[in-house]
């Protein structure tokens, strides 16, 4: 049975989708975030990551992207099961990052990140259209 070109094309695309996929299946991430006032977030983070490379820890960090704001909320344990960390802090979070660390208690995140969920970037504002002369 002889195919088409574009059917060939998108067994390609899809086989080079999962194998992507694959390379991440050691970790994984969900969060879940209420917010009970609006400089107040309720966070649950459930998580799953293998251990951090020799001398390294992980540290969760919350983020407001809008504000540029980051929270340490401390350091998080490899999990090779899903794991759930909940926490309420004082701001608006839009996203997490666990970055890999060489001292739980730096005071800046590194660039270096396990994982990574929600929004950590601002939303672009909207720039005020100006009305066709006519």
Not at 64 to 76: E, M, P, S, T, Y
Not at 107 to 117: G, K
Request: net charge positive; hydrophobic share 45%; glycine share 6%.
């Amino acid at each position: 049975m002889r195919r088409s070109l574009p059917a060939a094309i998108a067994v390609m695309l899809i086989a080079s989708f999962l194998v992507g996929c694959f390379l991440q299946v050691d970790r994984e991430i969900a969060i879940a975030l209420i917010y009970p006032t609006p400089q107040r977030t309720e966070l649950t983070m459930r998580y799953r990551v293998p251990p951090p490379p020799s001398g390294k820890v992980y540290v969760l960090w919350a983020i407001n992207g809008d504000q540029g704001r980051r929270v340490k909320v401390g350091q998080v344990p490899p999990a090779s099961s899903v794991t759930a960390v909940k926490t309420t802090l004082d701001l608006f979070v839009t996203g997490v990052v666990v970055s890999i660390e060489s001292d739980p208690n730096v005071t800046e995140m590194s660039n270096t990140w396990a994982l990574r969920a929600g929004r950590l970037d601002p939303v672009p504002q909207a720039t005020p259209s100006t009305p066709a002369k006519k």
